[in-house]
């Protein structure tokens, strides 16, 4: 295998860990107490550590080799996986809904810390060692993602309709495990061609949050696409942590509906994915994304609104294919206006943005409890379609400007 594909794979799996465990906490807190206050503030709790990860990631990036910091993050975050399932079998009598978000926001730390360090490592290895385009690596990084993101969710709702906690700790440590093992050996086989990585010198230009922040606000286009993509993530959270109980309690039916209904769209997710780029050949993908955008706002209102269980459905699944497109739109526009460390200051800071969107949620759920999705839902709609007003008056305006001059 190839050093590529083996840093490929290793993202799959450590994308695939993430992913998993980010929406396996607010499930499997709901299971335990059947409250949607309690799931929403463990879903906070959890993203807490995530968000200093991710603000402190850039400055290991401009001290730390790529190829050290990668090893020794994948292996602490096997180790505190390893160390949890120790302390359960010590301690079965602890609180599980309190312990679980703790241990999965330190996991979450070191994985923010490691996803900056690949996606720059990937782009070295594109430029000096595999002569393999910076665009086509991005493509296959890009299919990597969105089969992660779009499978996590939908295997941590089997695993707590399935499987015992230490059941899914052990299929982590074992994923864990297999980046770790898989990354270590691929540096090995290619010890002498990695050799040409060195420390930024002080005359190199640094990452940080700051600087990825300025050059958001530079580029219109990625800023408003930031603010439409902050408002779906939150919608997002919102039906991911309310759904179980909407659906128990709103409409009437088993709670375990759930899991098939999140496998149902994580598969025609997955399926609209693999077909994106088909699709983008007969549609641009900006007009694509436009499209998509005005569907998930339509979408929140429908569920916020609506009693039936088969209208629920539907839109479930359309807004999960409809906001991992605009995803995929916001990842394409970012690669296609930065690289270097520009790139990983605009994704540091996106990710850090993107990322307050889900403890917001959370705190929502908490203090909303049963009535989340029928208020925030509708308001989160409202604000989509007046975000996009907005920035196509701005839009108006600068042509006529520019038209007139």
């Not at 059947?34 to 290991?60: C, D, Q, T």
């Not at 296609?336 to 759920?365: E, Q, R, Y």
Request: with cysteine; aromatic share 12%; proline share 2%.
């Amino acid at each position: 295998m190839s050093y590529v594909n083996s840093l490929l794979l290793v993202r799959l799996f450590t994308m695939l860990a993430e992913q998993m465990m980010v929406f396996l906490v607010p499930f499997y807190v709901y299971k335990l107490t059947g409250s949607v206050a309690a799931s929403g503030l463990a879903f906070a709790v959890e993203f807490i550590p995530r968000l200093v990860g991710v603000a402190i990631s850039p400055n290991v990036l401009n001290r730390w080799k790529e190829t050290s910091t990668l090893r020794v993050l994948e292996g602490l975050k096997w180790c505190v996986l390893l160390a949890y399932i120790f302390l359960l079998t010590l301690f079965t009598e602890q609180n599980t809904a309190i312990v679980f978000p703790l241990i999965a926001g330190l996991f979450g730390f070191l994985a923010e810390l490691a996803f900056p360090v690949l996606e720059k490592h990937l782009g070295y290895v594109s430029t000096h060692i595999s002569g393999t385009s910076k665009e086509s690596i991005f493509s296959k990084q890009q299919s990597v993602d969105t089969v992660a993101m779009a499978l996590g969710p939908v295997i941590s709702a089997l695993l707590v309709g399935f499987a015992s906690h230490v059941q899914m700790l052990i299929l982590f440590s074992i994923l864990q495990f297999s980046s770790f093992a898989l990354l270590t050996l691929a540096m090995k086989s290619n010890q002498k061609k990695l050799a040409q990585i060195e420390l930024p010198t002080a005359q190199e230009q640094k990452a940080s949050l700051y600087q990825g922040l300025c050059l958001i606000r530079r580029e219109r286009r990625l800023f408003e696409a930031f603010v439409i993509g902050f408002l779906l993530n939150l919608g997002l959270g919102i039906l991911l942590l309310s759904s179980q109980d909407y659906l128990v309690k709103r409409l009437g039916v088993a709670g375990e509906t759930f899991g098939l209904l999140l496998s149902l769209a994580g598969i025609s997710c997955a399926i609209t994915l693999f077909y994106i780029d088909k699709i983008t050949k007969k549609v641009r993908l900006k007009t694509l994304s436009t499209f998509c955008m005005l569907v998930s706002a339509l979408i929140l209102v429908i569920i916020g609104t609506t009693g039936s269980f088969y209208v629920y459905c539907v839109m479930f699944i359309l807004f999960f294919i409809s906001d991992n497109i605009f995803a995929v739109y916001i990842r394409t526009l970012r690669s296609a206006l930065f690289d270097g460390k520009n790139l990983i200051s605009v994704l540091g800071c996106m990710i850090v943005l993107f990322l307050l969107a889900f403890p917001c949620a959370g705190i929502l759920a908490y203090f909303l409890g049963d009535c989340t999705v029928d208020i925030t839902l509708p308001a989160i709609a409202l604000l989509i379609f007046v975000t996009a007003f907005i920035f196509k008056g701005i839009k108006y305006h600068e042509n006529r400007a520019t038209h007139l001059s």
